[in-house]
């Protein structure tokens, strides 16, 4: 008679164990689309960040008066409170914890760590005190640990945004705002006294090519209407220069929308009472910063005109704007994370279909999504697709990736590593004490924007 094997004999299955590095929407859709896989009900997922918050740039990269798209923590939130996933937070990868040490820890690892570079002008006096990146002002604003506070707004009153997309739209915003309009957002105290009590009368947003081309929404574009004691200057002549001002009709619909404001702003009357004012500026191109005694004068811009096949050409002649600050707006850019293969012309990581690919053939186990894997474009909705593809080749692999015996926990790794991630709970101690001091200051949840004081309310300390 056969003897029955016991539930100890029987070798279960083994569960894939995947780490997901970056919390920001890429990594979060990615954990998400591992977890809902009814196939491997078992399978589990570690969220790493840098940070001990969550959320990446929906945390430190949308602007602080923008609640409707921060709300969208709550959504990210659902995925990392599910009892499969765990965020620990306060992991670099790095010489202490390189990708081959990762990868023994885990079954699988997926690198979603965006593009946190800012692209340079490349034009003379760049690096004059008073011209900054605008992923230096965000970081400022939003209490991004690592910022700096490099006096942004001092002495100001006069600045230039160069770059006619989203993020140039919300530096402009953030910088005619009022410190009534400011106080009810999370924005950090320093960063709101600084603001509150600014000079700046006049922002410029500057961009080289037409308003066709601009890769503003129209949704943020028309909230610069809706400012207080702020009148928006554009001049008709400069959206003339665009083929398609005339004849806006065959221009994709975002773009029609974004010119026939435009031309809406153009034709309204002066204001006489506007406490403010943002120039919007087309066809100018920077072609030097201006040296005023040492630091930031203003912006020499170099007037151009289409050349009928969507760029533009210069014309010899030129346009200075003065100014005290200018920030530069003119996209991201991949970082190379030691140990992971990197395409320096794109400023990715070399993949097929999200898998890493080293020396042109796909590496088992290691993965990318986000901007790392694709470049700097779309929006916050545009990693869902992207993480997909990543999820589904991930998985068609996970037969040969749980062939791999896990020693352990991988936690007990991270730990025996030296590392001290901050957990679930760590970051909820966070939430808590942001809205003391919020309570505090008499405002609602307002960030801490230093390591110090993120890690004493993590550890309770």
Known sequence: MLKSISARQRKEPPVPHIAVVGSGPSGVYTAQG?????????LRVDVLDRLPCPYGLVRYGVAPDHEKIKSLQGNLRTVLEDERVRFLGGVEVGPALPPAKLLDLYHAV???????????LGVPGEDLPGSWSATDFVAWYSAHPD?????????VRAAV??????????????????????????????????????????????????????????KELRELGGLPDTEIVVDARELALDPAYTDPSALPA????NVEVL?????????????????????????????????????????????????VLGTGMYEEIPAQLVLRSVGYRGVPLEGLPFDEALGTVPHAAGRVLRDGRASLGEYVAGWIKRGPTGVIGTNRPCAKETVTSLLADAPALVRKDLAQDPL????????????????R???????????????????????????????GS
């Open 429 to 459: 101690a966070i939430e808590r004490a942001e809205a003391e001091l919020g309570r505090s200051l008499g405002r609602g949840s307002v960030k801490i924007p230093d390591w110090a004081g993120l890690l004493g309310a993590a550890r």
């Open 263 to 311: 031309r809406a702003w153009a034709a309204a009357p002066p204001r006489a009472d506007a406490r403010r004012r943002i120039h919007l500026r087309f066809f100018l191109r920077p072609a030097e910063i201006v040296d005023g005694g040492g630091r930031v004068a203003g912006v020499q811009f170099e007037r151009t005109r289409p050349d009928g096949q969507g760029g």
């Open 161 to 218: 945004a160069i770059g006619v997309g989203n993020v140039a739209v919300d530096v402009t915003r953030i910088l005619a705002r009022g410190a009534a309009e400011l106080a009810p957002t999370d924005m950090p105290e320093a960063a709101l006294r600084t603001l509150a009590v600014s000079e700046v009368r006049d922002v410029y947003m500057v961009g080289r090519r037409g308003p066709s081309q601009a890769r503003f929404t129209t």
């Open 147 to 155: 910022a700096s506070d490099h006096g942004f707004v001092h002495g």
């Open 110 to 120: 997926v690198y979603c760590v965006g593009a946190a570079a800012d692209r340079h």
């Open 254 to 257: 975002a773009n029609r929308r």
């Open 34 to 42: 591992l977890v809902q896989q009814a196939g491997v009900p078992d």
């Open 412 to 427: 007990a790794g991270l730990l025996d590593a030296g590392v001290r991630p901050v957990e679930w709970g760590g970051w």
